[in-house]
């Protein structure tokens, strides 16, 4: 063993010891996307509308080491379970005719939302059986099409629609403003607690309509006319009008943290935040485009984790700069709430492993390692691993993760014992 | 009690009165944009037409006006029946497992309806080779079903022509994104069914197609992209390609129904405001629209009666969607197309080889940068404003590259990619412009760039938003709209590169030109006069 191997044997042995807790590895898990994956002689290899294509789906999720499951219990083709709030109108294209269908087989085929038994239920079940972390991965407002905000509720509902400054109205989002649509949402979190969701995660990075831009509806104009006697801004990225709107969204937080509370379930309540630089300003990405104050929601002790999903890391210094961001996250949440940081495969933002590897020259592997470690070593409760779909996390950074995970950095680092 | 009202377009209100509950209707007048004329409407009292539990939605009256067919899930799934109008008599005539829905009839009495069955999972399915579409189904009144289509794929909403020779339909046969097009099949006969307006890409549909009773106009629901609304749009039936939009994009509108005499449309929508999904008619030529006075609960699906003197629709008072039936009249005072001539003023910038020359002559010499690469520095000719405008280039590809390349770039101030044509990873062409907050909306080509041969693309943004791409002189299918960006002058223009540099396309710009309005010889937006007065667009 080298001398490296020898201290962090010794701080596992200390962190045993200690009671330390488990450093977490949390998996962001859709079903949806391991539907279509075939074997080379064209073969489907899951059925993710059966228990035991599940089963499999989540074999291969726990190669990347993952403790705590998210599974999404909407989106894509809509509900992944028998929604009760969601039931009517049925939304399957081509029966609700303001829905395009979604032509990529299988995909477009998937109806998550009558398969017996209940998916969502039996997995999380699945997990707790398994000594896992079951918990759901909810894209509070994601408005790709086919995305279940376009879905039966909403197109019930167009009296609650998002209004833009023009005065357009758009059915991919319901105003929080209308305490209609607070219950609404606060019922469908109870069909999540009814189903053994232990972890909620709601993903403020999937968005699309979750904007200041489609809040010009009457309460929100009227709560601005009211406190500033004008008319309000036009700009939906003006931060007067963002904080505004941010007071309705931290009302809804509050009151979903209460009815988890209420619910005689310790749920924990995470929100995923993207964009992140570190510092506090105004110029707060999740603040000017999803108009949400997740600094006062951490501050205020609403959420019990904040899982950044991505970082404004720069391209002279990808790992260097990551670090301090990091840092300075950690820092603020220190004895507020846990953090989770990011080792995503996902590179839509361009800033995930493939952009880490474009700017380090390593190997995703490499990179992957590096991420966990800079996790564990500024102070993060865990990591987060985004999409996790099939073959997503390729086998050599799966490797690297598990054994990071379960060894170095098995338990969260304490900072008296840590070398 | 019936009541008249009639209020000035201007006013941007709808007039109810209260009276007698449910049993009095009114409706009123409301603005559009583009009218200065009004309707007059009066409406009678609703009747329900079926009553108990289960969702009775999408009514059609049949020809003789002695039945309804619609579609109910009283027994779980969607099942078609009929309607007695004369004595309330309700009797299935598609029904067991499977979905059967949105019923049309035809002028002998037949009925044409959706239909899928799909017991299995969709990998089941696909392992087993196993239908999972929606076809067409035809009903005949000895209780004989027989199949009109049926494939992997969904047919839907159809409409017959008021001669019973054809069926237009919603279908998404070949199609890969989250899309629909419009599809025509002869009733009887042995002619295929063929595409009349493909539409495909992302989240892009034409919907409930159905011909005007004189059979010159194809009128249908589009919408143009997940953040849009769905509009009510028209062609004449020789020309799909040229369509005209007859919703505001503030609104949502869908399912529309042409009135026996072609003159009114009823169609169902929503605006900021309104109460609910409600019933509307629209006088399309002037663009005159009406939301009707029908009372609690969201209204939707009207169809008319075959005199055009009531309308069927759905309505959830109850909590379920029950029919209804209320009598309309519909007086149209003024049927002067309200069209607004815009100049043109046209800006141009057109590439001689060296230098971008502008209209009056100006040039400003491009910048060799690596490769072919070339760069222009404050053209002039490209402050292309809130209007129209139209991007077209010669280029050739050389070799496709695995991520995006750009082909050519305008530099503005409101966004560092004000429009761009450029070749994706998947080696198709996308031209796009932006929304009026930068958002990017753009439009991809039907099929990859060949590589080696020069290749014609025209892009252009219309005055309303609405995005078109030709590809050596071919339309697009893929459509897009909320593209009202304001340009002001360029910043700069690069062929073969972005804008500060990188992504340069294997390849070279061979001509390129672009300006407000529309090249010679392209398809103009359609107007109302164009459309229904045969009138040259704008």
């Known amino acids: ?419 | 009690m019936n009541m008249l009202l009639h209020s000035h377009l201007s006013s941007g209100c709808i007039l109810t009165a209260a009276g007698a509950g449910v049993a009095l209707c009114l409706a009123g007048c409301i603005s559009s944009p583009q009218a200065d004329s009004a309707l007059r409407v009066r409406c009678g009292r609703m009747k329900a037409l079926t009553d108990g539990p289960g969702h009775d939605t999408e009514a059609v009256w049949s020809p003789d006006g002695r039945r309804i067919a619609f579609q109910t899930d009283r027994q779980g799934d969607w099942d078609v029946a009929v309607l007695d109008v004369a004595d309330g008599g309700v009797t299935p005539v598609a029904a067991g497992a499977g979905h059967a829905c949105y019923p049309a009839w035809t002028p002998d009495g037949r009925l044409i309806y959706a239909f899928g069955h799909h017991p299995m999972t969709a990998v089941q399915a696909a392992r087993s080779g196993a239908d999972c579409g929606y076809g067409l189904r035809v009903w005949r009144p000895d209780g004989g079903i027989s199949e009109l289509t049926q494939g992997y794929w969904r047919d839907y909403t159809p409409s017959v022509t008021a001669d019973g020779a054809f069926v237009y339909y919603a279908s998404t046969r070949g199609n890969s994104g989250n899309s629909a097009g419009v599809w025509r099949v002869p009733l009887d006969g042995e002619a295929r069914a063929a595409c009349v307006l493909p539409l495909d890409g992302g989240t892009v549909g034409a919907v409930q197609p159905s011909l005007s009773p004189d059979g010159r106009f194809l009128l249908w629901a589009q919408l143009d992209g997940f953040r849009e609304n769905w509009r009510l749009t028209a062609a004449a039936a020789t020309n799909l390609q040229e369509s005209l939009t007859l919703t505001p994009a503030e609104m949502s509108a869908y399912a529309p129904r042409w009135s026996p005499d072609g003159r009114l449309i009823a169609f169902t929508g929503f605006r900021a405001g309104d109460p609910g999904w409600g019933i509307f008619l629209l006088e399309p030529r002037t663009g005159g629209l009406c939301r009707l006075a029908t009372g609690r609960g969201h209204a939707r699906s009207p169809a008319w009666s075959p005199g055009g003197r009531s309308l069927v629709f759905e309505n959830n008072r109850s909590g379920f969607y029950k029919l209804y039936r209320m009598p309309v009249r519909c007086d149209i005072l003024c049927e002067r197309s309200a069209e607004t001539q815009s100049s043109l003023d046209r800006v141009e910038a057109r590439w001689d080889g060296s230098a971008l020359v502008d209209a009056g002559g100006g040039r400003v010499a491009g910048m060799p940068q690596a490769g072919d690469a070339v760069r222009f520095e404050r053209p002039a000719g490209l402050d292309f404003g809130s209007g129209a405008f139209f991007v077209d280039l010669t280029l050739v590809v050389d070799r496709h590259a695995p991520d995006t390349r750009i082909a050519v770039v305008g530099q503005y101030a409101e966004h560092a990619l004000g429009w761009q044509v450029f070749v994706r990873e998947n080696r198709r062409l996308f031209f796009n412009s932006r929304g009026p907050d930068g958002r990017f909306i753009g439009i991809e080509s039907d099929d990859p760039v060949q590589t080696g041969r020069p290749v014609r693309v025209l892009g252009i943004r219309d005055a309303d938003g609405a995005m078109r791409l030709y590809v050596d002189g071919r339309k697009q299918a893929g459509c897009a709209s909320g593209a009202t960006l304001s340009y002001s002058p360029a910043l700069s223009v690069c062929f073969c590169q972005q804008w500060n540099g990188g992504m340069r396309l294997n390849g070279r710009v061979l001509a390129f030109a672009c300006g407000r309005g529309y090249p010679p010889g392209v398809p103009r937006v359609m107007t109302s006069a164009g459309l229904f007065d045969g009138e040259a667009g704008q």
């Not at chain 1, 279509?36 to 489907?44: I, L, M, P, S, T």
């Not at chain 1, 979604?102 to 477009?108: I, L």
């Not at chain 1, 943290?257 to 630089?277: C, E, K, N, Q, W």
């Open chain 1, 1 to 419: 063993m080298t001398r490296r191997d020898w201290i962090a044997a010794a701080v596992l042995c200390a962190a045993a010891v200690n009671g330390a807790a488990r450093f977490e590895a949390a998996a962001l898990v859709d079903s949806f996307d391991f539907a279509h994956v075939k074997e080379r002689d064209g073969r489907y290899v899951y059925d993710t509308e059966t228990e035991a294509g599940n089963i499999a789906v989540l074999d291969h999720v726990l190669l990347t080491g993952a403790r705590t499951i998210l599974w999404r219990n909407c989106g894509g083709a809509t509900m992944r379970y028998r929604s009760d709030e969601e039931r009517w109108p049925r939304v399957e294209a081509p029966l609700d005719k303001r829905r395009l269908p979604d032509n990529r087989p299988v995909y477009g085929w998937l109806r998550y939302y009558e398969t017996e038994p209940d998916i969502l239920r039996h997995m999380l079940g699945v997990c707790r059986e398994r000594g896992l972390r079951a918990g759901v991965h909810w894209p509070f407002e994601e408005t790709h099409w086919a995305s279940w905000t376009f879905g039966a509720w909403n197109f019930e509902h167009p009296q609650f629609w998002g209004v833009s400054p023009r005065g357009k109205v758009w059915a991919g989002r319901c105003s929080l403003s209308y305490p209609d649509v607070v219950a609404h949402k606060l019922r469908l979190a109870d069909e999540l607690v009814a189903r053994g969701m232990d972890h909620l995660f709601v993903d403020l990075w999937r968005i699309g309509g979750w904007s200041p831009e489609y809040e010009y509806v009457p309460p929100e104009v009227s709560r601005w006319r009211h406190q500033f006697g004008s008319e309000p801004p036009q700009d939906p990225r003006d931060p007067r009008w963002c904080r505004h709107v941010a007071e309705t969204a931290h009302a809804y937080f509050v009151a979903l943290r209460a009815r988890l509370a209420a619910s005689g379930r310790p749920v924990r309540l995470m929100i995923g935040i993207p964009d992140v630089d570190g510092g506090e300003s105004s110029e707060d990405t999740v603040l000017l485009t999803r108009g949400v104050d997740w600094r006062r929601l951490v501050r205020e002790g609403v959420v019990d984790a904040i899982v950044v999903m991505s970082v404004k890391w720069e391209e002279r210094a990808p790992l260097e700069s990551t670090r301090e961001i990091y840092r300075r996250v950690a820092a603020f949440c220190e004895g507020r709430c846990e953090v989770l940081f990011p080792v995503t495969q996902y590179d839509f933002t361009k800033k995930g492993i493939p952009s880490y590897c474009r700017a380090t020259r390593l190997a995703p592997e490499a990179v992957a390692g590096e991420l966990v470690k800079l996790a564990w070593e500024e102070g993060g409760d865990g990591i987060c691993m985004e999409c996790v779909d099939h073959n997503n996390y390729a086998p050599a950074t799966c490797e690297v993760l598990r054994r990071l995970l379960d060894g170095a950095c098995r338990w969260k680092r304490n900072r008296a014992i840590t070398p």
